[in-house]
């Protein structure tokens, strides 16, 4: 329950003069420069879009909010929303407790240490279209890996894309594929940076094996817990690439016959690029910044109940 | 404090000139030197258009011009990419192909498009089918934005060694005599499938083929009448190729794939279905999938129902275009009576000039792989019979919408009222 942080001392005159001023803004100008190329005007310029009905090829005209109205009440938006929070969890969750513990795992003295640790890293390194390939070819409904396993079992053939559940988990199969290891390393040098004494301290205490992990391990990984998981958020909710692939063949944006597994990107692509609905597409953008605020909150608030509990 | 006041004047003087700098270099990052008779035309093509003999003809004939061709294997992310570059108004190419069901869009914007008919088009427009030359034109006759390639005169392709272990004829006029109707197609499913006796087997490849197939046929126009309004639920075309697909879809011989899928692809060549619904342009599709070993399992009968369209291109020069006046001979070229023979003997992509339909290089084509399967006369008999059929502009998205709807019926997920409001109530959202 510790609330003081460090001073910041600050120093009466020291912002220096105009000439110096200009010298600091001038070299951290190229970023904002960029960023208002690239990020800051394709940000406003979407929401300008999102008040109209502007179609791709087409004519367009001032619509004001109606496309906000007409999403709110859009079934396949809902449907889109509740898909990409249903992966982002099915994912994220057990990704980041895997990344935890392969981080402990990479934490002990080990034959090949670097091997493994850079091991780890290799799912991430490969090129995303390969993953979505190899993965759906694995979950392939006649001649896929995993059916083929699944039959020694006795389980009858299953056709991964065609139900909610079982494209979910394909899903964030290749997901946690990708991203695990990566996030195992950052909590790896997290780890790393726990002071040792910590741990001998708890140990004289008598702490259990557990309870040190709980009460030391956690709290020192707390920053790198909330920065992993908003990074997580962000892509989760982002996701596109591979439910695309999930899908192959015709009409592989509509994410399955009743959009079982289409993503909010997925139906924002769909509107823009098939349906041509340039100003809807660029709502659901919108709203989809909102839904990540959201979710960011959500997890802020959730976090800090991390250093509470101790 | 002098000196130290010096060098940031300095600093400030040297970061603003080399920021000014970057902005200027970023600015005239133009075209790269070219001689001043020489230009480069930039041709966007999917799949395979089998021009490349066309390109080394059309550069000797015009000395200075390089043609540099970028082919997209996937035709959705190429319609995409090509609507994206319209809409940016640059970065399209000098002559780009566009697919028969993108061109109603593409007619929205058609002052985005050289319109041919300045440059001659209707003097000569009995080159091409009357119905291939209107598609690309303006509703008010005014603009006509592409001209045809090719088109995707319709049979039906299957595979002879099933059909015999099946105990159905092998002879392709004898295959063609077992389905002069849809009906008579599913009789003959029916029949296939018990004689087959293995589950993993099936006669059709997938609904959304066969409702595509019976939709083209039925003329004039489907989701929306040619004022552009949504009929999807009172053109009794569309139910009744719907009804006629679920019944097929009952009779469980459908082996239920998504066309294009990996799983389609490689049901080429395991044999996980006994027939395909199959344009001229399929028979080079079959060839790739099946690869070397099958060559002579698959062969060729006629379509039931008679005729039908799947598919064919345009030629289309962007206004966004540096060399229009080159690009547009180009187009010329490619699509004269000489250009499409030689793409049709390249790749097998059926012309849309009719005269060629006489032709004997046509009519008397053989296909080796298909067992030697006379292609020619298949092709030209079921283009001949073809009635253009009029889509609209939102199209695609209507037709990704039912499709899906007849996908979740086939799969069982629904029954057949049901996936039909879904597909009427999707394809109204779909519409706008």
Not at chain 2, 17 to 22: C, D, I
Not at chain 2, 413 to 423: E, I, M, V
Request: contains cysteine; glycine residues 10%.
């Amino acid at each position: 329950m510790d609330h003081t942080r460090p001073a910041v001392r600050r120093v009466r005159g020291s912002r220096g003069s105009t000439a110096e001023q200009l010298a600091g803004y001038s070299f951290i100008s190229p970023f904002f420069i960029l960023f208002a190329i690239f990020g800051l005007f394709p940000i406003l310029f979407t929401f300008w879009v999102s008040l109209h009905d502007w179609s791709l090829l087409g004519d367009r005209s001032w619509t004001g909010l109606a496309n906000y109205t007409e999403l709110v009440g859009d079934e396949r938006f809902w449907t889109a929303l509740v898909n990409t929070l249903g992966i982002f969890v099915l994912a994220t969750v057990p990704q980041l407790l895997m990344a935890l513990a392969l981080a402990q795992l990479l934490n002990r003295r080990l034959r090949g240490l670097t091997f493994w640790r850079m091991g780890v890293l290799l799912p991430n390194i490969t090129s995303v279209a390969a993953v979505g390939i190899i993965f759906t070819l694995l979950f392939a409904r006649d001649f896929g890996l995993v059916n083929w396993l699944l039959g020694f079992v006795g389980v009858e053939n299953i056709d991964w894309q065609a139900h909610r559940w079982s494209s979910w988990l394909a899903i964030s199969v290749m997901v946690d594929w990708r991203w695990t290891g990566y996030n195992a390393l950052i909590f790896l040098a997290a780890l790393q940076a726990v002071p040792k004494d910590l741990y001998e301290a708890a140990s004289i205490d008598g702490a259990s094996q557990f309870r040190q992990f709980w009460s030391v391990t956690i709290p020192m990984l707390r920053p790198t817990i909330i920065f992993v998981t908003l990074i997580s958020t962000i892509g989760g909710i982002q996701l596109f690439t591979e439910p695309l692939l999930f899908n192959s063949g015709t009409n592989a944006i509509s994410g399955g016959n009743t959009h079982q597994f289409q993503t909010l990107t997925m139906y924002l692509y769909e509107k823009a690029f098939v349906g041509q609905e340039f100003g809807y597409a660029s709502t659901i953008a919108w709203v989809m910044v909102l839904v990540i605020a959201l979710v960011a909150g959500i997890n802020a608030l959730m976090l800090r109940r991390i250093r509470t509990a101790v | 404090m002098k000196t130290h006041l010096h060098r940031p004047r300095r600093l400030v003087a040297l970061i603003g000139s080399l920021v000014l700098a970057g902005t200027a270099l970023a600015a005239c990052g133009g075209d790269d030197a070219e001689g001043a008779d020489d230009m480069t035309l930039r041709v966007n093509v999917f799949g395979n258009f089998g021009y490349e003999a066309l390109y080394d003809q059309f550069e000797k004939d015009n000395p200075g011009v390089k043609i540099v061709e970028t082919a997209e294997g996937d035709l959705g992310a190429y319609n995409t990419q090509l609507t994206q570059k319209i809409a940016a108004g640059s970065g399209a190419g000098d002559l780009v192909a566009i697919e028969e069901g993108q061109v109603v869009n593409f007619l929205q914007s058609a002052d985005k498009f050289v319109n041919f008919q300045d440059h001659g088009s209707n003097d000569q427009k009995d080159q091409w089918l009357d119905w291939k030359y209107q598609q690309a034109t303006t509703s008010d006759g005014a603009s006509t934005i592409g001209l045809g390639t090719d088109v995707g005169g319709l049979a039906m392709c299957y595979r002879k060694d099933l059909f015999e272990q099946a105990g159905l004829p092998t002879d392709r006029e004898e295959v063609s005599a077992l389905w002069p109707t849809w009906d008579d197609y599913i009789a003959t499913g029916e029949q296939f499938q018990e004689g087959i006796g293995d589950d993993k087997i099936h006669f059709t490849d997938a609904a959304t083929n066969m409702y595509n197939s019976i939709l083209m046929q039925s003329g004039d126009y489907t989701y929306f009448d040619t004022d552009d309004n949504l009929v999807i639920d009172s053109n009794p075309a569309v139910k009744d190729a719907w009804d006629q697909t679920v019944d097929m879809v009952d009779a469980g011989i459908s082996a239920k794939l998504q066309s294009f899928s990996n799983e389609w692809n490689a049901g080429f060549k395991n044999g996980s279905f006994a027939t395909v619904a199959c344009p001229a342009w399929m028979t080079g599709y079959i060839e790739e999938q099946a690869g070397e070993g099958g060559a002579g399992n698959w062969d060729i009968a006629s379509v039931p129902g008679g005729g039908g369209n799947w598919g064919g291109s345009f030629m289309a020069v962007p206004t966004s275009s540096e060399h229009q006046d080159m690009a547009i001979k180009l187009a010329y070229f490619l699509t004269s009576a000489d250009g499409q023979l030689s793409a049709f003997e390249n790749v097998g992509n059926l012309p849309s000039n009719p005269t060629l339909y006489e032709d004997p290089a046509v009519k008397d084509k053989t296909n080796e792989y298909f067992n030697a399967a006379p292609t020619g006369q298949i092709f030209v008999a079921g283009a001949s019979s073809l009635e253009p059929v009029y889509l609209g502009a939102k199209n695609q998205p209507v037709r990704d919408a039912v499709e899906n709807a007849l996908r979740s019926v086939e799969s069982g997920d629904k029954s057949s009222d049901d996936g039909w409001n879904t597909a009427v109530k999707d394809a109204e959202a779909a519409a706008g």
